[in-house]
């Protein structure tokens, strides 16, 4: 028979709570060698069971989405991306707002954007500095929002654009900060100069901006001739409303996640000679293939989001176990990319299993699944090809650290330690 619930470690919750913040991978890991593929953890947020039987997340990324809620998880970040972002929505709002948001995204679309994703990290990597370390991270950072401020807010004033990136970088400032001020605690107003004060006066005015470029879009003559996201979601019925919070969570999904997964691709290469010399000749010759399976290994070892939530708003049979209503069940993304039967070798860095075959959807997980699967996950890859071929093909880059062994957190995300430093030699 089935035990009523699955195993856990007898540590205090806060003791795990803390492993988790510090060593996820680790834990994760450690975790499943333990108990096997279905086991509970206790996060800073409640406890969780994690999956890591590709079958059983099958199961809940194909399950009555009724049942399996992941909006609810997300409210922490509402003040940032507003109450109709479809990260924070379930059922029918989250079906409409996908429905709306899809189709901009769609494979077909990206070849339209190539060009311009190419010619702004062209711009940042001539601005790099040579022969003294510097943070690839950071300048991944800066590319990837350009290009959400570039293709997917369409805006191209110069003036405007410095300003919107002044005003991002103070709303969503880095590290601890950004940790404190999703908390509902922290979301007083102590008077001018305050945390939650500067919060509220910096989102005004890119409100202000926002609406502005929505009215200025739905006004554009030649709104169908334009090609950046924003133009398309305008000739939908979406509201004002609306836009303005999918696109703050287009800029909050997708800047930084591409930006660590960048930057931790650059520190594989760094680590494995044979596979950098051949992604730099790949990229000098203008090829995609091996661009691509860097691109998806890189995805495979280290996802920046190692595991996804959902909320059983219903009892229901996962992976055997009849779970109550309020369980949260997390498919971990980061333990199926690692299985052995999936993938030989699991802890190797080797594009080549790319090359011969595909990603598949439910055992390569770096975008989560189901209807809840990334929107982003296309222009993400797309993306980070493109910028990985861009800066191989006109940079000679060097690692300035010893080869990193995990990742760090960031807020929500993990990254490569130091945000993989690396010296320009050319
Ligand atoms: C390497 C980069 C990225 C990674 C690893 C990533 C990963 C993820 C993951 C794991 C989820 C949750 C899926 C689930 O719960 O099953 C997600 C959701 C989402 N991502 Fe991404 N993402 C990336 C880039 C992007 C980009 C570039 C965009 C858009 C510009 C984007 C937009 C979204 C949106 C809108 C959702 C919410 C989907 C929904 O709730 O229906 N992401 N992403």
């Known amino acids: 028979m089935t035990p009523r619930r699955p195993p856990e470690w007898p540590q205090p919750r806060a003791w795990q709570a803390l492993r988790w913040i510090l060593r996820p ?16 953890l206790h996060l800073p947020f409640g406890p969780q069971v994690f999956l890591a039987d590709p079958e059983a997340i099958k199961d809940v990324f194909t399950g009555d989405p009724a049942v399996f809620h992941a909006g609810e998880g997300n409210a ?12 924070l929505l379930d059922d029918e709002p989250h079906v409409r707002q996908r429905r709306l948001l ?34 690839l991270e950071a300048r991944m950072r800066a590319i990837t929002l350009e290009v959400i401020l570039r293709v ?43 945390p939650w004060r500067t919060f509220l006066a910096t989102r ?17 003559p030649g709104l169908a001739g334009r090609e950046d996201v924003l133009s398309m979601l305008a000739a939908t019925d979406m509201t004002d409303a609306e836009m ?26 760094f680590a494995h000679p044979d596979a950098h010399a051949r992604a730099i000749a790949g990229a000098r010759a203008g090829e995609t293939a091996f661009l691509d399976a860097v691109v998806a290994e890189a995805l495979r070892l280290r996802p920046p989001i190692p595991a996804v939530v959902r909320r059983l708003t219903a009892p229901a049979t996962v992976a055997g176990y009849d779970l109550p209503a309020g369980t949260k069940v997390s498919p971990a993304i980061w333990l199926v990319n690692r299985r052995e039967d999936l993938y030989p070798q699991p802890h190797a860095f080797r594009p080549e299993r790319f090359l011969e075959n595909a990603p598949q959807t439910y055992t390569w997980l770096p975008f989560g699944g189901g209807i809840r699967r990334c929107v982003g996950a296309s222009f993400a890859t797309t993306e980070m090809r493109v910028v990985l071929g861009e800066v191989l093909a006109r940079a000679d880059l060097r690692a300035a650290d010893p080869p990193p062994r995990r990742s760090t957190r960031r807020a929500i995300v993990l990254g490569p330690p130091r945000g993989t430093r690396a010296i320009l030699t050319r």
């Open 102 to 135: 899809l189709p901009p995204f769609r494979g077909s679309r990206l070849g339209r954007w190539t060009a311009t994703m190419a010619e702004i990290a062209r711009a940042d990597v001539d601005r790099w500095p040579a022969g003294e370390p510097f943070a």
């Open 25 to 40: 991978e680790a834990w994760m890991l450690a975790s499943r060698e333990r108990f096997g593929d279905v086991f509970v």
């Open 76 to 87: 922490p970040l509402e003040p940032a991306v507003g109450a109709h972002s479809i990260l």
């Open 152 to 194: 997917v807010f369409g805006i191209e004033q110069d003036a405007r654009l410095a300003e919107l990136r002044a005003l991002l970088r103070r709303l969503m400032p880095r590290g601890g900060a950004q940790v404190v001020a999703m908390l509902p605690a922290f979301r007083r107003d102590l008077g001018p100069g305050s």
């Open 204 to 220: 005004a005015r890119i409100d202000a901006i926002l609406f502005d470029e929505i009215a200025r879009r739905r006004a554009d």
């Open 244 to 269: 303005r919070d999918e696109l703050m969570t287009l800029l909050l999904a997708g800047h930084e996640t591409t930006a660590v997964s960048l930057a931790w691709t650059f520190a594989l290469l």
